[in-house]
């Protein structure tokens, strides 16, 4: 099987290099060429709670040539017109286009690509990119191996092709199929919400959310939005890493407060390192994927007349961020959350 991971940065760099080391025909492709000729020159190394450096082959997108098989699709959202339009030359009929991309884009790929191309997933572990040639993996190693991610079908059949994509994905860490994806991509978009989103907004990561009182009320404030908006839309939200995430959608006099938040410092306990991908833009004063991730609760709020004082916020810190070109200040920002508790 001859596979592309487009888009080789924090998450695409650790996944294609233990493809890689399975022997499978892999092509990291990123547009950022100091870090493919890093990749290509001295491995892909691997740092954080592992410590390897691994062979693998680096392309940029010019370099690309012959069709590939299986497509991991993990550029960010923002560029998905440029990055299909460039794609679609190197795509056979019997090509399969995996979406690990944040947020909720499978719809808007199968317009452009066919239904019977696009297949979904989220990645369960997290990363952060250091330099080239270099990823930081933050995630726990048992919970890496674990739950590495879950993919399906977009009708939530079982195919023999899901199950194929299912054996090579398990080389990087344990695979699950599900039959519900859209619920599978929204429990992975409250994740996103909830700590990413907070992560970028405060300018921390995931274990200083966790370890104030205040952050880490806000971000179940932001995961109970999440919930409420998803549910009125229709969305049956499946178990992440085996976590049923119901315990955030809090009662009208919130009585289960405590309780969702013992249970946030649990789950997402093992991500503490992780920095968020968007904040990580922010540092290299790039556009981020807010509209994407709260963006979405936001938007689909207005659409079910549902109130989501939390993640409008956030994203007006985000942006703001973004105009200013500043990493949030923690204090600052957690202030205004603070007004809205």
Known sequence: MRIAIMGAGSLGTIIGAYLSKRNETVELIDVNKEHVDALNQSGATITGTVTETIAVKAITPEQMEGTYDLVLLLTKQLYNGEVLSNLQPYLSEDSTILSLQNGVPEESLAAILGKDKVIGGSVEFGATWVKPGVSELTTAVDAFKANAFQIGELD????????????VLDFVGNTTISTNLVGTKWAKLLVNVAMSGLSTALGCTYGDVLNNEDAV?????????????????????????????????????????????????????????????????LEKQRKTEIDYIN????????????????????????????????????????????ELL
Do not use: W
């Open 156 to 167: 939530g059949t079982i195919t023999e092709r899901i199950h194929q994509i299912k054996e």
């Open 217 to 281: 009320t806000s971000a179940v404030m932001l995961a109970d939005e999440t919930l409420k908006v998803g549910i009125a839309s229709g969305v049956e939200f499946e178990e992440l890493a085996g976590f049923n995430l119901a315990i955030f959608k809090l009662e009208e006099n919130k009585i289960n407060l405590a309780q969702a938040i013992d249970f946030a410092k649990k789950a997402f306990g093992p991500q503490a390192l992780l920095k968020a991908s968007m904040l990580q833009d």
């Open 295 to 338: 963006g979405v609760v936001s938007s689909k709020g207005k659409e079910t007349d549902i109130d989501t004082p939390f993640n409008d916020l956030l994203v007006r810190l985000v942006k703001k961020a973004e105009t200013e070109k500043v990493i949030p200040n923690f204090e600052e920002n957690l202030s205004y959350f603070k």
